[in-house]
């Protein structure tokens, strides 16, 4: 637990330390994703904002061409959503099935070759703004995976906060 800790710690100074960087949010959204590609792997990386509690829109994404940065949508009224958006937490969709069943894009995640997909709520002020959401491949233990995540994911909460 406490290389965990440490490893956690290590990777929110560098995620913090990014915003004296120029280039913000952005600055902050490519250190916060070479943290995770380094710490846990990942397949792509996008963040969703949440706008008037009911459209989200795509602001971040490594794979610009599958996932574009785009207008806004409706925010899915769906246990998975509201587990996310209401609940707070982390969700994990491990495996093809899961995946398929779960993500009306399914074919995008799997063409990639993600074999799991996790959407991390991000807060700030009470509130939950968006969501980090990561394609992984391979990640053998999902809570270890989600305490790492969860934590992390709330130093873009005041990004997501400022911009609009």
């Not at 250190?31 to 008037?52: N, P, Q, S, Y």
């Not at 053998?140 to 400022?162: K, N, W, Y």
């Amino acid at each position: 637990m406490i290389e965990e800790n440490a490893r956690l710690d290590a990777a929110l100074r560098e995620v913090v330390a990014s915003y004296a960087q120029p280039d913000q949010p952005f600055a902050t959204f490519r250190a916060f994703d070479r943290v995770v590609e380094r710490e846990i792997g990942r397949v792509f990386f996008t963040i969703l904002k949440v706008e008037e509690d009911i459209w989200s829109r795509r602001i971040f994404t490594t794979v610009p061409n599958e996932y574009p940065l785009s207008g806004r949508k409706p925010l899915p009224k769906n246990p998975r959503t509201a587990e996310i958006y209401e609940g707070r937490k982390a969700y994990f969709a491990h495996g093809r099935e899961k995946i398929e069943a779960e993500y009306p894009g399914h074919a995008t995640v799997l063409g990639l070759g993600a074999d799991t997909l996790t959407n991390i709520p991000v807060a700030f002020d009470g509130k939950v703004l968006g969501a980090a959401n990561i394609g992984g491949l391979g990640w053998p233990d999902h809570a270890e995976v989600g305490r790492f995540l969860l934590p992390l994911a709330q130093a873009l909460g005041p990004l997501l906060a400022m911009r609009s």
